[in-house]
């Protein structure tokens, strides 16, 4: 997945409340100091993050409907950046 706007830290979208401490800990499995993008590029790649150390069926759900959302958003403003 491509990026229209710079990648954010984790650490911000947890400072902001935007992100359970248990995800991101679970986040920080993955990558040390994760990035949102990584996160992104991380589920498109594996589907999942359940098999990630400490992550259960909840925190599971929680990233991947971030990831989900991520997604749509990123699809919709590509689509509209095609038609102009």
Known sequence: MG????DIP?????ENKLLSSRA???CKEIKRE???NEIINFYDEHHTFIKVRN???NTNIELEE???HAIDVYNKLE???ELH
């Open 3 to 6: 990026s229209l706007i710079n």
């Open 10 to 14: 984790l650490k911000v979208l947890h």
């Open 24 to 26: 991101f800990t679970v």
């Open 34 to 36: 994760p990035t949102f």
């Open 55 to 57: 992550c259960g069926i």
């Open 66 to 68: 971030i990831c989900k």
């Open 79 to 81: 689509n509209r950046l």
